[in-house]
């Protein structure tokens, strides 16, 4: 085995044991139909067999496989099984914090990706409801059209968004301005170097009618489902699993 092979074993053997974690297969099951082979009754799916030939083709002139790559490829998903099963009995999934910490991200990245298929098959209905649920994240932003007075730098005459109100006027001149009624004036800044500031226009806040934000409704319900998924699970962790703190926060 070459030296190169048993490096990037060591780098992958995190991320291997954090799937296995996930979706170990039983001691007592049944050899399965698709495994290529096994490795202490645990199998090798062909699934995973032909992901690694064609990441393997992917790399070569052509995208054609050698004589030998199958063989190899075989052989070096054998050889990650049995590093898995090394690092298991040295305890590396509890003692190595950098494992530990791919665990849990491959846990989480586990649990995202069954919400995100459910979420795929989100109907009309659901996202509609969700829409209505959350309209505050469906508005516009407000904009507003302020005439400047006595100060070195200029206002556009135009709309403006609150965040760039706050980069030419300071964000407590900005909230300030922000309050006016349309029509209404205020004196802002220090004795000295005080000015003008009036309210021409405002507009915004309008809520963007369903068609027209569908995709950031489809993003959102997306991003929402996924965060749900990963605290349920986290909630239901802590009813199951005896807990105890030693220290005070």
Do not use: C
């Not at 049995?82 to 491959?106: H, K, M, S, V, Y």
């Not at 659901?126 to 200029?154: C, I, K």
Request: aromatic share 6%.
């Amino acid at each position: 085995m070459s030296r190169s092979w048993l490096l990037a074993g060591g780098m992958l053997v995190g991320a291997a044991l954090a799937v296995f974690y996930i979706v170990r297969v039983p001691d007592s099951a049944e050899p399965a139909v698709d495994a290529v082979a096994w490795v202490n009754e645990r199998p090798i799916s062909r699934a995973s067999y032909e992901t690694a030939l064609q990441a393997v083709a992917g790399d070569r002139k052509g995208g054609t496989l050698r004589e030998d790559d199958r063989e190899r490829i075989l052989q070096r998903l054998i050889d990650q099984e049995l590093l898995i099963d090394r690092a298991i009995e040295l305890g590396l999934p509890e003692r190595d914090p950098q494992i530990r910490n791919q665990l849990a991200t491959a846990m989480i990245d586990f649990l995202v990706r069954r919400a995100e298929d459910e979420a795929a098959t989100a109907n009309e209905g659901d996202l509609r409801a969700f829409y209505q649920e959350n309209e505050f994240r469906f508005r516009r932003s407000p904009q507003y059209r302020v005439a400047v007075e006595g100060r070195g730098v200029p206002v556009p005459d135009g709309w403006l968004l609150m965040k760039e109100l706050e980069q030419r006027l300071g964000p407590s001149a900005a909230r300030t301005v922000a309050e006016l009624e349309v029509g209404e004036s205020a004196t802002l800044g220090e004795a000295g170097a005080q000015y003008s500031a009036r309210m021409l226009g405002r507009r915004g806040g309008v809520l963007v009618p369903f068609e027209e934000a569908r995709p950031a409704v489809e993003a959102a319900y997306l991003r929402d489902r996924s965060e749900t998924v990963v605290r349920e699970f986290l909630d239901v962790a802590r009813r199951r699993t005896d807990i105890r703190v030693e220290t005070q926060p």
